[in-house]
């Protein structure tokens, strides 16, 4: 069964997480992702901690940081401050339909790999630049990772309760970044087909994230207001709100318009008597009183642990409701499995893992696990063979370290 991307090939010249996971969810689709180092190898191979200070290395010398940004892909390294190394790279470039990279704005210029020089070499070539802050403005040169982007995007401000201080989500800002990355890739590839057209491509940390709070910025921007942090413990409506049950694990109920739903869920919840409280009748006066409405449910949904309030929802068919998982609930959670969106994968070292899957689902060319990250020019001889270059060659370019 072919792929979605069969016979795409993508040079990812990328370090870290955000430009590394665009190049991996191509891969995922069937790309043939290339993946250019320096000899030494990038930044993210090294790592040994996250920014939390959690263990990124395993006890098989695999760092999960790398293996997940770099899975599906080959690896091939060049000295790319050497001429033949750059000739190497021209001669890939003839032959590829994609170059990404997320070097500090000027890198690529600066070493002759800017998308003037490579468009010479293949005019349909898609040159892809994922940036912090965009191409253009006052600070488009400067360097930054998740954490910056996500801060000046207004994320940070807005997530959490009022009164707390900003709240930052670890790789959030890469994460979407990466899938920007993916995004901006596939219209420019049908805008080729369509038109026969390379081009160059722009994204960045702070556009992705922004386009993430859409939403959010889109209500300040037509009327001028920040829609407000919510407390749970005061929700305007009381069944758009999460709950602990009597096991610890948490209930998400998510029923808008409130009205519809008010009857049968105090049934539900065995509490009939709530329905026609005049504090609690209609959506008017649940707001002016929400705190107290969500109080009594936080005892009442204390009282039971979280199954046995699935068992009485489920009476109730139209009833919205659902868990709020913890990220270790998510590899065992039935849903999840069901569709794939985590994986099981026989890694070639580490053995059976299970792994992020692929978050669309094609009915004709689906995604899969193919290969896992790969070392450290690993497929440099079978790409250098590829492009016609002899075993001689090859030995020769090796003794003068330019791969």
Avoid at 121 to 149: C, R
């Amino acid at each position: 069964m072919s792929l979605t991307l069969e016979g795409i090939r993508v040079l990812d010249w990328t370090m870290a997480q955000h430009g590394p996971l665009g190049g991996a969810l191509l891969a995922d689709m069937g790309a043939d992702v290339i993946k250019i180092e320096t000899p030494g190898g990038e930044l993210a191979r090294t790592l040994t901690a996250s920014p939390t200070g959690a263990s990124i290395g395993l006890p098989q010398g695999i760092n999960w940081y790398f293996e997940h940004h770099n899975r599906n892909k080959r690896s091939i390294t060049l000295d790319l401050k050497k001429e033949k190394g750059k000739e190497i790279l021209f001669k890939l470039v003839e032959r590829s339909d994609v170059f990404i990279q997320n070097w500090r704005k000027g890198v690529a210029e600066r070493l002759g790999l800017g998308y003037e020089t490579l468009s010479r070499y293949n005019p349909k070539l898609i040159y892809l630049s994922a940036t912090v802050f965009g191409p253009e403005g006052p600070d488009s040169d400067l360097p930054g990772y998740d954490y910056t982007g996500q801060a000046r995007s207004g994320m940070m401000a807005y997530v959490g309760e009022p009164g707390m201080p900003p709240l930052y989500t670890l790789g959030m800002t890469d994460q979407i970044g990466g899938i920007t990355i993916a995004l901006a890739v596939l219209a420019a590839l049908v805008a080729r087909e369509k038109q026969g057209i390379g081009q160059e491509v722009n994204t960045s940390l702070l556009g992705s994230n922004i386009g993430l709070l859409g939403f959010t910025i889109g209500a300040y921007l037509m009327v001028g207001e920040v829609p407000r942090r919510t407390i749970r413990a005061r929700a305007d409506n009381p069944i758009w709100n999460h709950y602990r049950c009597a096991d610890g694990k948490w209930i998400v109920l998510a029923m808008t318009p409130p009205d519809r739903y008010w009857h049968d869920f105090c049934e539900a919840i065995g509490h009939p008597e709530l329905e026609k409280d005049p504090r609690f009748e209609n959506v008017e006066v649940r707001t002016k009183n929400c705190a107290e409405c969500v109080a009594i449910l936080d005892e009442v949904f204390a009282s039971k642990p979280r199954e046995e309030w699935y068992k009485a929802f489920k009476q109730k068919p139209d009833l919205i409701y659902g868990p709020l998982n913890e990220i270790a609930d998510l590899a065992s959670d039935p849903q999840v499995i069901a569709n794939r969106y985590i994986v099981d994968y026989h890694h070639p070292t580490y053995g059976p893992i299970k792994e992020v899957g692929f978050p669309i689902t094609f009915s004709k060319t689906p995604s899969q696990m193919r290969r896992p990250a790969p070392q450290l020019s690993e497929h440099t001889e079978e790409i250098l063979l590829e492009l016609g270059y002899s075993r001689a060659e090859i030995k020769g370019l090796r003794e003068e370290g330019v791969i």
